[in-house]
């Protein structure tokens, strides 16, 4: 029963995936090693810095606290599938309109949280956005432009004649 | 010349690709064959090596090779250190990349395995016996000076790894003064963190020799040049890549072991190999910084005017001289005690020591946060023991406008400034006036609010080559660009210098783009490729935008100069007939016959009518080597509430006034301050790394080492003057490094001030509750507050 | 850091993990994994194969009846805190989860491996206490139930046995009105270095009946101010009368000689500030 590879069935940015790892792959490894998908980094190893956020089943998560065959028949979503074609989502266009990022490595992390808080939160004051950033640490930004970033894709979001988030949500919740 | 982008909020280039998960960062790159790396480090912070056992790791599945010290000790040259300064007696002590019979702390690198994926490398290390005998360790640099202590190095005897005075005879000052104050400060040692780990991917061809290896590094041509001569590799044969770097804060300025050892193991078994540290071995395995314990004396009058200050500083080096590390707490640090005030006398002293830890080298600002923040605690304490208002006694001493150009003791002269007027916007941003009514009022209802200053000055933009020879730097500190014009006049601009975060594929373009003429999405900024860049020196010590800047105006200016022969020749008119504005030269008075550089360009690449002794092709390159460094200066403030039932100190607003001359795209310059004055200020309240007794580092992990983080902020504002510096061409000063310069001290100047009436003058950083509380409840023990 | 090998089986139901668990003595249940993934990942925990009962639908449950509400172990935090049901009845439960780690963890993290990994620190061990909270479990011999007071045995060992799964957690009702939690939390791991659950009614005169006080985080265990409960007892709440019991109930528990950063003579002050700011805030306004 020891079986040390799993079979796991997941949808990654909306596209089926049958992949068989050993068992005690993260889900950070599944995403960057065995897919290739790169844009989510991993900066700690004891679950804190929140650079591997990633969605799964529509829920901001960190990755590499979570092996990857409990991704199985989840919907997740990274950096990579955040754009619609060449639409960028409102965090996207958010972060670079208000120079939320310096070094870009937190950045898919930081993102893949803000986008799950605009589509969970409406509240724009700061207090809200820092207490829900505690999942998050950043060393260049100081916080401050991520904070307005945030407050920049609420504002997006409520512009654009279909939210883009509002779309997501079917998607990575069927 | 119009000046369409300069001063632009221009949305960064760099964001398009790093947004999308399409950056690429060292750990991102994966190529055909690769094997990886894992580096077993010492859990002893002190121990002789007896014997290494690497049989059974060596038989695990897909191990391909284990290392130890003794099978590449003669196959690679040591660690070197790239900073000698002069007068310093500086023990350069060997610091072999893979320890052979002897570690010295923990995390140093004892063994190197090589496996087919990554996991198998991690099981080796597990299978590796090392069998040691634990020697008597030694973290603190005072104690390690102590004749008991343990030793380190036969080289140094003493624990002594340099010591360096420099300054003005103050005894006499000192003795005749009427106000001395003397203060004792523990600068606090810390670990850098950026969000990116270190890693290193080298690939080998044994066929030609050539070697490529993408590194997490701040200087690719320094790590050439320094690996070419550990590795016995010839330099025009190793290409290093740096291309997405996420962050550095002077962590990856260093030539480490790791990148050295990976390099080894893709030559010796020439296949691919990638090395990548976790975050707990970053803790341990990338180089600290600060690190100081700082005795301060400040001779001044009654009525507030500084006479002397005297500074007299033992700094931890950790077990071996980084690349850097000897410059920090020396040359960078030294030279600036006086600060942003008119000091006639001033002198430093220092002791370099060795301990049985990390090895400290640059971290955001290096060794100038560490000289700020003694001038700036020392003046609030003579303001308080002479009973003055910090920002008078400040107004008293800041050199005045009219002193520029101002040497300082030291000899270095303060390039431009006008320190009052920040000093000035920031008490009208804040209503000063009315915050201190506000705090004395709070205080009648036993709550406590605390107003601190910084008015900082910085010495940046390193630096002119000739100063840099002269205080032992190994290396020259000019800076390298090239401005590239394609026949259908786009363009590609080479830059030595290495930004991992500062934007400057942006504001370089912004350069270039006004200069030049050309659209911004048609000029990519190539940076970080010892191939495509000829030679550079690097992102760190808030250089690039001053002096790779510089460079860029210089190679753009040369472009203009060839093209505008070439126009003439277009125009038919003679070349000093030929106006130039913005990529369109005409002949005076006659802008409608104009020809744009995209034609010129075209015509240059075409070669089929030059004029007479013109080369084709459009491209130039130029060096520029700064005359000075550049001053940056500002004013910080910092307003807090400390909170005496926990201790918890909490900041309510933070106000940075810069002056970094003018800003190219102040988006951007505001984005390093916001980032800068969080880790300053991380450094005041919360980041502290702690090694007990045995050396063990007990702040090993995020879950210790308390990083700043969003919800300890309020909103940061920002205000800006701008003093252009004359020395250099485009008059900017550099701005990386001022936040941290100057929030440090501001932030523990507000503390003191909430806890004044509890009688507190001075609590060694970080500013933790449980430090703020127990120093209220001894107050209370006394009587409580005034 | 990489966590030893391991296998890895799916359970689908209470029983299938249980006949798992039994067949396999270095075997763990896995749910959130966000107390067992890190402690792997270090090493500090190596077991030989993961049961995941994430997917065990009777383990989400949530059934609040009159006598008791019964919260299934596989309840995440995030589900503790948009129940409106909770919110209702016991509001302390939100207050609490709302203030564990971040919004990932919560989207992560059960009320039973909360239980489980018993962390002196855990902010709902304070709410576990206050509210007498029962622990349902099961194994292939049979069923039992714990109440908190066998619970915590030390720190990081709960009562549960190798072979036994936590399977609901219950609180038995009436629950008093207010109630409040408040933390002050460590600033690098985001533990509470302090954290107090109050409950309590108070009578049309205003004085305090059945009264549940819990500190986790600062001491060696998370407790029970008892002692601060009785003095309350039929007393007004009142800027004395909180300052009272802050200090009795603070010397309910037993405080480490040290541990460095944060010394016990400090912890054992902020338990007694956190109980009387829980207290003030369960004061009639």
């Known amino acids: 029963m020891n079986d040390s590879k799993v079979t796991i069935n997941l949808s990654v940015n909306g596209q089926d995936t049958t992949v068989r790892v050993p068992s005690r792959t993260l889900l950070s490894e599944l995403l960057r090693d065995t897919l290739g998908l790169t844009g989510t980094h991993v900066g700690c190893d004891t679950s804190q810095c929140g650079v591997c956020t990633v969605w799964m089943d529509g829920l901001a998560v960190k990755s590499c606290t979570i092996l990857a065959a409990q991704a199985d028949q989840s919907a997740v979503v990274t950096v990579e599938g955040l754009a619609r074609g060449i639409t960028l989502h409102p965090v996207q266009r958010a972060f670079q309109a208000e120079h939320g990022l310096q070094c870009g490595f937190c950045t898919p992390g930081a993102m893949m949280l803000a986008a799950w808080y605009i589509q969970h939160h409406h509240e724009t004051s700061e207090t809200a956005i820092r207490e829900a950033l505690d999942g998050l640490i950043c060393r260049c930004t100081g916080y401050e432009n991520i904070v307005r970033s945030v407050q920049r894709a609420l504002a997006f979001q409520q512009e654009d004649e279909t939210p883009v988030a509002a779309g997501r949500e079917e998607e990575v919740s069927s | 010349m119009s000046r369409k982008l300069w001063g632009e909020n221009v949305a960064r280039r760099e964001d398009i690709r790093l947004v999308q998960g399409q950056g690429q960062f060292t750990d991102d790159r994966v190529l055909p064959g690769m094997l990886y790396a894992a580096i077993l480090r010492s859990p002893h912070a002190h121990a002789k090596i007896r014997q290494i056992d690497v049989a059974s790791a060596q038989k695990m599945p897909g191990v391909i090779k284990v290392y130890t010290g003794s099978m590449v000790s003669g196959h690679l040259g040591t660690i070197p250190t790239a900073w000698i300064p002069p007068d310093s007696q500086l023990k350069m002590v060997p610091h072999p990349p893979l320890a052979v019979d002897r570690v010295r702390y923990v995390g140093e690198a004892v063994a190197l395995v090589v496996a087919q994926d990554p996991y198998q490398a991690e099981e080796a290390l597990y299978r590796i016996l090392v069998d040691y005998e634990p020697l008597p360790a030694i973290s603190d640099p005072v104690q390690a000076l102590e004749s008991s202590s343990p030793r380190l190095h036969e080289e140094a005897p003493e624990n002594v790894a340099l010591h360096w005075k420099v300054g003005t005879d103050t005894d006499e000052v000192f003795s005749g003064a009427d106000v001395v104050v003397r203060q004792t400060f523990r600068q606090q040692r810390l670990i850098p963190n950026p969000m990116e780990p270190r890693s290193a991917l080298v690939q080998y061809n044994s066929a030609t020799g050539d070697m490529t290896a993408w590194l997490t590094t701040q200087n690719p041509h320094i790590h050439r040049f320094l690996m070419s001569g550990i590795l016995g590799i010839p330099e025009h044969k190793l290409r290093v890549i740096a291309q997405d770097v996420g962050g550095g804060f002077g962590s990856k300025i260093a030539c480490y072991a790791d990148e050295v050892l990976t390099a080894f193991a893709a030559r010796d078994l020439m296949r691919p190999v990638k090395w990548t540290e976790s975050r707990s071995e970053h803790f341990v395995a990338t180089t600290h910084g600060r690190d100081h314990y700082d005795e301060v004396e400040l001779a001044g009058t009654k009525a507030g005017r500084v006479l002397a200050v005297r500074v007299k500083t033992y700094a931890n080096m950790g077990a071996y001289l980084s690349t850097a590390g000897p410059g920090v707490p020396t040359i960078l640090f030294g030279l600036i005690v006086n600060g942003a005030y008119d000091i006639a006398q001033a002198s430093a002293e220092v002791y370099g020591v060795f301990t049985n830890t990390t090895p400290v080298d640059a971290y955001r600002g290096a060794g100038r946060p560490e000289a700020t923040f003694l001038i700036e605690r020392i003046m609030d304490v003579y303001a308080r023991e002479i009973g003055m208002d910090p920002v008078e006694l400040r107004r008293i001493n800041l050199i005045k406008k009219e002193q520029f150009p101002y040497t300082n003791p030291f000899g270095i002269v303060y390039d431009s400034g006008d320190y009052h007027q920040t000093l000035d916007l920031a008490l009208k941003t804040l209503d000063y006036a009315s915050l201190r009514q506000e705090r004395e009022a709070l205080r009648r209802q036993h709550k406590y609010m605390g107003v601190g200053f910084s008015t900082y000055v910085e010495m940046c933009g390193l630096g002119p080559s000739q100063v840099a020879g002269a205080v032992g730097f190994q290396g020259g500190l000019w800076e390298s660009a090239t401005i590239r014009l394609h026949p259908t006049g786009k363009a590609t601009v080479l830059t030595g210098a290495s930004p991992h975060g500062q934007g400057e594929e942006t504001t370089f373009g912004q350069i270039v783009a006004d200069r030049l003429g050309i659209p911004l999405e048609d000029i990519d900024v190539v940076h970080g490729d010892t191939d495509r860049v000829s030679m550079g020196w690097g992102t760190y010590g808030s250089r690039s935008t001053a002096v790779g800047g510089g460079a860029l105006a210089k190679a753009a200016d040369r472009i203009v100069e060839k093209a505008k022969i070439i126009a003439a020749h277009m125009l038919e008119v003679p070349v000093g007939a030929v106006q130039y504005d913005a990529g369109q030269f005409y002949p005076e008075g006659s802008r409608e016959r104009a020809v744009g550089i995209q034609d010129v360009t075209l015509q240059a690449h075409l070669g089929w009518n030059l004029p007479e002794g013109v080369e084709p092709g459009m491209e130039v390159s130029a060096f520029y080597d700064p005359t000075n460094f550049t001053y940056p200066f500002g004013t910080h403030v910092a307003v807090v509430s400390v909170d005496p039932d926990t201790g918890e100190v909490k900041l309510l607003r933070y106000l940075a006034v810069d002056d970094c001359g003018p800003a190219i795209n102040p988006m951007i310059v505001e984005g390093q301050v916001h980032g800068g004055v969080v880790q300053g200020v991380g450094q005041a309240l919360y980041e502290g790394a702690v090694y007990d007794g045995d050396g063990q580092l007990v702040s090993g992990s995020f879950m210790d080492y308390a990083m700043p983080k969003a919800r300890f902020f309020p909103r940061l504002e920002t205000q800006r003057t701008e003093t252009p510096s004359p020395h250099n061409p485009l008059g900017v000063k550099g701005v990386g490094e001022t936040g941290t310069i100057a929030s440090t001290p501001a932030v523990v100047n507000a503390v003191m001030d909430a806890l004044s009436s509890f009688g507190v003058v001075n609590l060694d950083m970080p500013l933790t509750p449980p430090k703020v509380w127990q120093a209220i409840q001894t107050s209370m023990a006394k009587g409580g507050p005034s | ?285």
């Open chain 3, 1 to 285: 850091m990489i966590a030893a090998e391991i296998g890895y089986e799916r359970a689908k139901t209470i029983e299938e993990a249980l006949s798992l668990l039994s067949q396999d003595v270095d075997a763990k249940l896995l749910s959130g994994g966000h107390s067992l993934v890190p402690l792997m990942k270090l090493r500090l925990a190596q077991p030989s194969t993961l049961i995941d009962v994430s997917k065990i639908p009777e383990l989400r449950t949530l059934d609040v009846e009159s006598e008791r509400i019964t919260i299934g172990a596989g309840v995440r935090y995030f589900e503790l805190l948009g129940d409106t049901r909770l919110e209702e009845l016991m509001p302390v439960i939100a207050q609490a989860t709302s203030v564990i780690a971040d919004p990932q963890v919560r989207h992560r993290g059960t009320i039973g491996g909360a239980a489980v990994h018993a962390d002196p620190t855990s902010d709902l061990a304070a709410v576990f206490l206050a509210l007498e909270a029962r622990f349902h479990i099961r194994s292939a011999a049979g069923r039992r139930i714990v109440p908190i007071e066998d619970w915590y045995l030390a720190p990081l060992t709960s009562a549960l046995e190798r072979d036994e799964m936590l399977v609901a957690v219950e609180f038995p009702r009436p629950i008093p009105r207010r109630q409040a939690y408040v933390k002050f939390s460590h600033p690098a791991s985001g533990y509470a270095l302090a954290g107090v659950a109050a409950i309590m009614d108070l009578t049309q005169h205003g004085l305090v009946q059945g009264a549940g006080i819990a500190v986790t985080g600062a001491a060696t265990m998370p407790f029970r101010a008892s002692t601060a409960e009785a003095w309350l007892q039929g007393r007004p709440l009142n800027a004395e009368s909180v300052a009272m019991a802050a200090q009795v109930g603070a010397d309910d528990g037993t405080y480490d000689a040290d541990d460095g950063q944060y010394p016990a003579v400090y912890r054992k002050n902020l338990a007694r500030v956190m109980l009387a700011r829980a207290l003030e805030k369960l004061a009639p306004q």
